[in-house]
Structure formats: C-alpha cells, structure tokens
C-alpha cells in the first residue's frame, strides 16, 4: 500500500487541478457504505465498503466534444499503487459506477467514461449523423483520454505516479480495451479485452440480417413458444459431443446441427417449424453473407446460444414491423441510407460497400490484428469470450485472436504476450448456461479473490511476476445469483486448449479436469 507524502492533495483541492482541456466539475469524499448496479445490463448490485474521493471530470478536445470521465481514489493506506481503467457496454452515455466499484474494492484507482456519447439519441447511436467528432470519442479519444486524465489526478492525489495501468472491459469495454493495445500501446501494462468483434461496420449489419431473415414472409418468424424446443433439439445433437451430457456445448463449430430434422410434416405445430422457419434458422446460424460472392460478413449465431442475450428467444420478443426489423441495428445504417429508407430494399452485395465506404475506416480501426507496438511496450492482454455469445459471436474474436497469431508467426510467440479463454456455455459477457463468473466486467465476485479465480488478478500476477496464466477457474452459480450458491466449477484453458474430465470425481468441480489439446483425449 501506498503511504501519503506531503506533496498529497486532500480530495477536495482536486477541484482547482489543471488537465489539458479538461474541467474538472466535482472531488468529494465519499463515505461508505454506498451500492451501485455491478453493470449495465446486470442489475445485481455491489457495496462499496472503502471511503474515497470522487473526482469527475469533462474533457473537450474538440468544439463538439465533451466526454465525462470519473475517478476514484481510494485511501492512500489502501491503494495498491495502480490504476484501473474500465469500459462501458453499447453506445456508452453514461459512466458504469458498478465497474469503479469493482475495481475500488481490490484497492485499484479506478476510472470510467461515458465514451462522450450522452444526449445525442437514437439509443446513443445518433452521434454519427451529425457529430462525427463524438463518433471519433466513442470509437478512440475518449478511452485514452480518461486514461491521461486518470494519471493527472492521481500523480495529485498521492504525489506519486501510478506503478502499473490496467485496463478491463467487455463488449463496447472489448472495444475499447483493443482500441487502447492498437493505438495507444504506451497507455496500459495490461489490458483483459472481452467479448469484442473488431469488424464493427459488419456487426451492425448482422442484426439486420437476422431480422431480414425472420421478416422474409410471413411464416419466416419464429414465435418465443418454439425457442425452448429449438434449443433442447440443439443440445440433443450437440451436447455430447465432448464426452460429457452436462447442458454445454464445449465448442459449437463442432455442432453441425440441420434445422431441417424440426420441419413439420404436413400442418404447423408446437414442435416442429414450417419450411420458412427452417430457412430463417439456418440463416442465422450461417450469418450474413454476399448474395453475390457467398462471402462471410458477419459470423452467424452458434448453437447453443438460443436462448441468450440478443439469441433466438431475445429475437422472438419483438417481431419485426414492415420496414424497421430492428430498429438498434438500423441506427448506424440510417447514418448513410437516410431516416426513412426502407430496410427490406438492403442489398447485402451494393449496399455492404456503401455503407463500408463510408464508415469501417473509423470504426474499423482494430481490424488489423498486429498488436507489436504493445508487445514491443512489454504489455500482457487476455482476451475472453463465451462460445454461447449470440450478440457479437464468438467466431468473430475467435477468427481475430488466431489471425494475431499468424501475424506473430508461431502461435507460442503470441501467449508470451497475449492469451485467450473461451468459456463454453457462456452468454455475451457473462450469463448463460456454463460457468461465467471469473473477475470479468459487469459479474459477481469469483468465490475466491486469487489469480486462479479472477481474471484481473490473473493479469496483475503475469504483468508483475511473469507468470502466465495457464488456466483461469470460473464459476457457475444457481440461477446465477451468488446468493444461491455454486452450482459448478469448471477450468478455462488457454485457448486452443480444453478443459477435459479425467474420468473420476464429480464433473461440478474444477479439479477433476485437465487442459489439453483439442484433439487429445484424457487417460483417467
């Protein structure tokens, strides 16, 4: 722990600090205890249990910029001498207070930004239509400049400069977790980037495709009643592919599931789908394609994944309308194609490169998967993502993360410095039906706060020791509520690397399995 020296600020003095286009709008002390929502989308909450100082800050790099950041300092006999920047989920527009939180209470000076996104509509999306220099906030400025304010504030705060930097995030977090390692590689020692799809462009156009697909005629939706029967069809084919019936699918690109086997004979029924709900399923696991060409926009939903965030039931919820099949995947596109075009015209060959065109230069700036300037910083970055994603896909970071390593050249060069773990049964982010708690962005607290339990530990320990994670335990809980308890442990390997039974002991705890290679078998 840090010991206070007398060039330290008290909080409150903070307010009169000078950052480079920045006001700084509040610093006060915060006494505990004071609870927050641990993320945006999962409500549970988390109490904040140290005293620290709140320091708020707006940042204008620009006439048409004006991007929040947050910062807070723990006491200086509890603060671990490093800094915890944090990402933010979707469009941004507000500061996540859960991930402060989170972080505050491992001892990390903590920092989140609302990506400079509020109040500019369309869900937040709207900022590409007439503030291009928000769009420039959200997809890099913003990030980065949380980051050196961040640093400002604390050199202040405790007359010392931070030991070691870390950023987390998941989803929009991912995003700007990448973001930071391609651009900024000085910024962070260690980065955990979650749940990202680098070809943003195309991921905005995936939710199109999928509701297009539904929308093709009538019989094409598929009502919410048929998600479960679906879904157990799946898993019935798929589950045991690993070895073992456990309610997962350890990788779904070996599921080869035919949505024809459900195909009605003769009249509609409860368990079975019309011909039109056939094609419309197919369509999504095989994802977006060029009617021309036959190439691969966006990767498709992985079975599995049906009833999961932005998966098949999450689609069943709102049937699509004449023209707007859904309305937050239109967003970006009406930026090019105007707020009245009509969706069901989309032209998934001509249309793809106008859109492309116009906008994957910006928002596409993590394509490239050369990340030498971090490596060359001596950076470590862990990526995760779960094989039951329906929202950004698995296949997408996946693709990436081996495309890093052939840009290495030999995969063993890539985890001196860059690792990733896949958890099967996994929802975006966390959720889902396998183990899904292990340290990441918006979750519970692991049951243990250890290395092998969390992956930002896991990432401090390999930044401050050189240890590399081999494999990072995560936990599922009943109904994934902590407070009904654990329900299953289960390894997370270094990927390519599975987690297998070795024949004995229960198949709900983590120590009766192994990593191996995919291909190898496990000899009890």
């Not at 962070?188 to 297009?212: C, E, Q, S």
């Not at 926009?297 to 099949?325: D, M, Y």
């Amino acid at each position: 722990m840090v010991t206070p020296t007398a060039a330290q600020e008290s909080c409150e003095s903070l307010k009169d600090l000078k950052v480079a286009d920045t006001t700084i709008t509040m610093a006060k002390s915060v006494v505990p205890p004071v609870s927050f929502p641990i993320g945006l989308t999962n409500k549970a909450m988390i109490t904040v249990t140290l005293p620290f100082c709140d320091v708020v800050g707006t940042v204008t790099p620009g006439p048409d910029s004006s991007i929040q950041v947050e910062v807070w300092l723990p006491p200086a006999s509890s603060w671990n001498g490093k800094l915890l920047g944090t990402g933010n989920g979707g469009a941004g527009g507000t500061i996540v207070h859960g991930a402060l939180a989170s972080g505050l209470e491992l001892g990390f000076a903590t920092a989140n930004t609302d990506m400079g996104t509020a109040g500019t509509g369309e869900s937040g999306w709207g900022y590409g239509m007439n503030h291009p220099e928000k769009a420039n906030d959200w997809v890099h400025r913003a990030t980065h400049l949380m980051t050196v304010f961040s640093k400002e504030v604390i050199r202040a705060y405790y007359g010392r400069t931070v030991q070691h930097s870390y950023f987390t995030g998941c989803s929009a977090g991912g995003h700007q977790a990448i973001t930071e390692a391609r651009h900024y590689p000085g910024d962070y020692d260690g980065i955990v980037a979650g749940d990202d799809a680098p070809d943003k462009t195309h991921l905005f156009m995936i939710g199109l495709w999928n509701r297009l697909a539904l929308s093709k005629e009538p019989d094409s939706f598929i009502p919410p009643s048929k998600i479960p029967m679906i879904h157990n069809a799946v898993m019935t084919a798929c589950d045991g592919l690993d070895g073992l019936l456990d309610g997962i699918i350890d990788d779904p690109r070996r599921c080869h599931f035919d949505p024809k086997v459900l195909q009605c004979v003769g009249a509609d029924g409860p368990n079975c789908l019309m011909a039109a709900q056939v094609e419309a399923l197919q369509k999504l696991y095989d994802g977006a394609r060029n009617p021309r060409t036959h190439e691969l926009l966006f990767a498709g939903q992985p079975p599995g994944s049906e009833l999961n965030l932005s998966g098949l039931a999450t689609l069943a919820l709102a049937p699509p309308s004449a023209s707007r099949p859904t309305p937050v995947a239109l967003s970006p596109l009406n930026w090019v194609f105007g707020a009245t075009w009509d969706s069901r015209t989309f032209d998934f060959d001509h249309d793809v490169e106008v859109f492309d065109a116009k906008w994957a230069k910006l928002f596409n700036m993590n394509m490239s998967p050369d990340l030498s300037d971090f490596e060359k910083h001596g950076g470590k970055i862990i990526f995760f993502d779960g094989w039951a994603d329906a929202l950004s896909s698995p296949y997408e970071m996946v693709g990436w993360y081996e495309s890093i390593q052939r840009t290495m050249g030999i995969p063993e060069k890539t985890t001196e410095f860059a690792r990733m773990f896949v958890a099967p049964g996994m929802s975006h982010c966390f959720g889902g039906d396998g183990p899904n708690v292990f340290g990441q962005f918006g979750t519970p607290t692991p049951p243990k706060l250890d290395p092998e339990h969390d992956v930002l530990l896991a990432l401090d320990r390999w930044v401050t020791q050189g240890v590399a994670p081999e494999k990072i335990i995560a936990t599922k809980y009943v109904n994934n509520n902590p407070a009904q308890g654990i329900s299953r442990t289960r390894p997370l390997c270094v990927y390519p690397k599975v987690a297998r039974w070795i024949g004995r002991g229960s198949t709900d705890d983590d120590a009766n399995f192994v990593c191996v290679n995919p291909t190898n078998g496990v000899q009890p």
